[in-house]
């Protein structure tokens, strides 16, 4: 049960991944790829989390997993508005 | 097999980098790129035997190219701050 | 194996633009990815702590230092570049040169030359009852001592090099909205981890210079957002954060010497506290000078 | 399960691999530093299937300092383009 749960999030993180990356490459301009690598990141990177969970050793080991998707949303998060600013100031 | 052959590619890419580059950054760069390769024949040779020797070795080796690199930096900015 | 095969094309292929792209900022970005995968590199060659210490001095502090240095200096060429001829001739020398150096770690005897059973044998006259320990104060130790002098050193000659009359490295631009807001809420839980892997570090080589790494990244970003203000080169709890370290180590050091007959052997028994008391200022001592490498030398207060 | 983890894990390496194209293409420095944060994420995917996989806790442990590493690279990068 637990295996086809994993398996399940992994795959569909997987996806999310791989959709964030064909966005990063075929999306026109700076803005729109941006958009499509933060929510494909933190959504991917989230779902191979979730998946995982149930694959820890133990607790230590899963608040680590879910401590680890926390900083990259964080990141993704500040890096987002920085990035989106500095692409408008620079090059409009 | 694999990371011998990296290893010895990334040795003669950065020793290329450093001696045929013309920017000053771009030497630091290839430099820090053969310091890699280096390690990671260390990397090799400590793998087949399981020896920790090495592995300490590269730990103190790559703090001492991140000391080396941020004097190297400081310097060519003083350099580019004396031409101005 | 296909994991392998991929990551070693893929750092190959990035390190290969790097050298030869043009733009500085964008060959500092394109060594940062390949310290990334070389991260990835070293746990496939069954070396976490040498990962560790790659992902958090390679390619993180190593690779901010050089993406700033990239925005500083540019591409100017300072000299003309290698001429058709001359650049064959390095180019063949290079290649001959990773020849050689494959040939070498491809024939290597089997089994590969080592020091593990030297290591083992000089156990038993460090007069340890514990040799992990033993392994760390003794193989490791002055390895170690002479790691946090590098650091220390290389600071002094930064500070040398400040124009007369600099006292402190130059503010940051001004900086809204987001970065505050990531200076205040990253640095707590950078800490935590920091010293977690200071900790875990203790049944492996090495601990406090990644802990260390990490604790100077979430200063320089707390500094970054005008946070902090860097610290004047002539403050004192400056100084003595930067040597109490080295200080307490050296120390440590001659007190085996006159206890136990050998510099940096200890009396069995009390290991385990002698080291925590070593690793905290080595800690605090390396995280600080790490940040100064960061932050640059000083510049003219304007 | 093993070996199903390692087959994600390489397949999550082959995503961000893909996009190394935009460190090298660019055009703008903020594409250069999206790609390199991609990397930085999927390098922590890699990490934690890899744990998963091979029972190695400590891979955990690096992608806990890759994870608030990235976070601070980033900052630093866009600070510096902007100059």
Redesign the interface.
Known sequence: MTAVFTGVCVAAGLLFLAAGTAGLLRFPDAATRLHALTKADGLGLGLIVLGLLPQMPGVAAALKLLAIWGLVLLAGATIGPLLARHATEREP | ?????????????????T????????R???F??LG??V???F???????????P??????G??????????A?????????TRD | MILDALLALAILALAAWTVWTRDAFAAGIGFVATGLLLALAWVRLGSVDVALTEAAIGAGIGGVLLVNAATHLGTTAEEAPPSPRQNRLIALLCAGFAVAVGTALLTLPDPAPNLVHEAAAALPATGLGNPVTAVLMVWRGLDTLLEAIVVLLAVLGLWALAPEGATRPAPPPREEGPLPLLARVLPPIGVVIALHIVWAGADGPGGKFQGGAILAAMWVLAWMAGLVRAPEVMDRRLAWALVAGPLVFLGVGVAGLVLAGEFLALPAGWAKPVILLIEAPLTLSIAAGLALLLLGPPERAP | MAEALTAAAVLALLTVLAGLVRVVRGPTRADRIMAAQLLGTGGIAVLLLLAAAGGDMALLDLALVLAVLAAFAAAAFVQAARR
Request: aromatic share 6%; with cysteine; proline share 3%.
């Open positions: 097999m694999t990371w011998a052959l990296l290893a010895a590619a990334l040795c003669g890419l950065g020793l290329y980098g001696l045929a580059a013309a920017v000053p950054l771009r630091l760069l290839g820090n790129l890699a390769g390690f990671l024949c990397g090799v040779v400590a793998a087949r035997a399981g020896d920790p020797v592995r300490a070795l590269v730990i103190t790559l703090v001492v190219a991140f000391a080396a690199t941020t004097l930096v400081a310097l060519l900015r003083r350099l580019a701050a």
